[in-house]
């Protein structure tokens, strides 16, 4: 019989932290690349919101430096705050043309 302990093992390690870098909303779960509506949906406004433009760039460059490109794109920054109370984590939230891209804990609520 074969040793299945260690691939179990290990699926369920990657599974707690893909559950780590998640956000709850009672029982809803938010998720890096969540789109801006679904957040709404499953955890209602935020306590906080600011919406500003930010700038994403890229640059190519061949090796001899004779081609030289570059590319700029205007990116829509939205940053939320959820205040889910005193025993809770407050949650910060970073979306990028309306896409979630980063969630932060900065500390216990009011």
């Not at 299945?4 to 938010?30: E, H, K, M, W």
């Not at 190519?60 to 700029?72: A, K, P, Q, T």
Request: some cysteine.
């Amino acid at each position: 019989m074969k040793n299945y302990t260690l691939p179990v093992l290990l699926f369920l390690f990657v599974i707690g932290i893909s559950d780590a870098l998640a956000l709850r909303c009672g029982n809803r779960i938010i998720r890096i690349g969540d789109h801006k509506i679904d957040v709404l949906q499953k955890c209602g406004e935020p306590d906080y919101a600011e919406t500003r433009l930010g700038v994403e760039g890229s640059r190519l460059r061949h090796n001899r430096g004779v081609l030289e490109i570059e590319s700029y794109e205007q990116v829509v920054i939205d940053e939320w705050v959820y205040n889910f109370g005193p025993r809770k984590l407050k949650q910060f939230l970073l979306f990028e043309n309306s896409v979630l891209k980063e969630t932060r804990n900065l500390g216990y609520g009011d």
